[in-house]
């Protein structure tokens, strides 16, 4: 199970990184969100065979993911961070990737997510 860590309290316009340990096995990795009394929301995907990025309209220019191959983690770098970013956020892994890599219903495995809270 990958747990994500980082996050904490940032005001608006403030910069925060999520990070997620991989386990070492190739996969693809995906980024969602929940905030308080919502749905879990898609933020951004990886696609491990490719190296493809994909990001949420509401994310896209803000937030990034880069991957650290010596340390074998994928890190979500929040940047521009409003208050409507506040959640609680979560790595999910992929063995095999989905064309529909947005859906939470596709991913079997939720680690312990990280609290993100945007506020001033």
């Known amino acids: 199970q990958l747990q994500a860590s980082g996050g904490g309290t940032v005001q608006p316009g403030g910069s925060l990184s999520v990070s997620c340990a991989l386990s070492?096995?190739?996969?693809?990795l995906a980024w969602f969100r929940q905030a308080p009394g919502k749905d879990r929301e898609f933020v951004a995907a990886?696609?491990?065979?490719?190296?493809?990025?994909y990001y949420a309209d509401s994310v896209k220019g803000r937030f990034t993911i880069s991957r650290d191959k010596s340390k074998n983690t994928l890190t979500l770098q929040m940047n521009s961070l409003k208050p409507e970013d506040t959640a609680v956020y979560y790595c999910?892994?992929?063995?095999?990737?989905?064309?529909?890599?947005?859906?939470?219903?596709?991913?079997?495995?939720w680690g312990q997510g990280t609290l993100v809270t945007v506020s001033s």
């Open positions: 990886w696609r491990s065979p490719t190296n493809t990025y």
């Open positions: 070492g096995r190739s996969y693809s």
């Open positions: 999910a892994p992929r063995l095999i990737w989905s064309v529909a890599y947005y859906n939470p219903g596709q991913y079997n495995h």
